[in-house]
T-cell receptor
């Protein structure tokens, strides 16, 4: 069965610093991969997705993610974090019928 | 606003009562999904509809849970005889096709006392 692991429950970075959030998945074939962000009181917002093709995917708000098949990873990156990026980030893997989410990584941004 | 909407946003109920939530997907989206999210966890898939047909149900969806999408537009999720363990955020999402992005609503937070 497909599964998603986000090893970091909570990450704190300083504003302006770079960010990398880790995501590992388990799936038999090439999955559909997603990163969503959830702010308090807000719905999940899609940052980016990977279906096929170029393994480096650009998303909204300056985020990017790289699909590495050999490592079963889909890590999210941002070169310079803004205070407004503080939120919960979820990695997800989907097949034909459902989507599985990781437990999430809470990002705190220090001024 | 043309996004996914959910009603109510918050629901407090006593154990044993029935509750019903509504989801209005993005217009013309054929697929509609329900998820449950508990504190500190990612959303867990409950069920999904392709138009009015309910095509898959998670084992999380006990017989106290029922979902409908009668005309292939809005959907309702009913929980009968609520238990404290049902307290969670219930999320709805819709997509145009199987491969399309799922767009999420703001959720309904259920608290069972």
């Amino acid at each position: 069965a497909q599964s998603v692991t986000q090893p970091d429950i909570h990450i704190t970075v300083s504003e302006g610093a770079s960010l990398e959030l880790r995501c590992n998945y388990s799936y038999g074939a090439t999955p559909y991969l997603f990163w969503y962000v959830q702010s308090p009181g807000q719905g999940l917002q899609l940052l980016l997705k990977y279906f096929s093709g170029d393994t480096l995917v650009q998303g909204i708000k300056g985020f990017e993610a790289e699909f590495k098949r050999s490592q079963s990873s889909f890590n999210l990156r941002k070169p310079s974090v803004h205070w407004s990026d503080a939120a919960e980030y979820f990695c997800a893997v989907a097949d034909l019928n459902d989507m599985r989410f990781g437990a999430g990584t809470r990002l705190t941004v220090k001024p | 606003d043309t996004g996914v909407s959910q009603d109510p946003r918050h629901k407090i109920t006593k154990r044993g009562q029935n509750v019903t939530f509504r989801c209005d997907p993005i217009s013309e989206h054929n697929r509609l999904y329900w998820y449950r999210q508990t504190l500190g966890q990612g959303p867990e898939f409950l069920t999904y509809f392709q138009n009015e047909a309910q095509l898959e149900k998670s084992r999380l969806l006990s017989d106290r849970f029922s979902a409908e999408r009668p005309k292939g537009s809005f959907s309702t999720l009913e929980i009968q005889r609520t238990e404290q363990g049902d307290s969670a955020m219930y999320l709805c999402a819709s997509s145009l096709t199987r491969e399309d992005t799922q767009y999420f609503g703001p959720g309904t937070r259920l608290t069972v006392l």
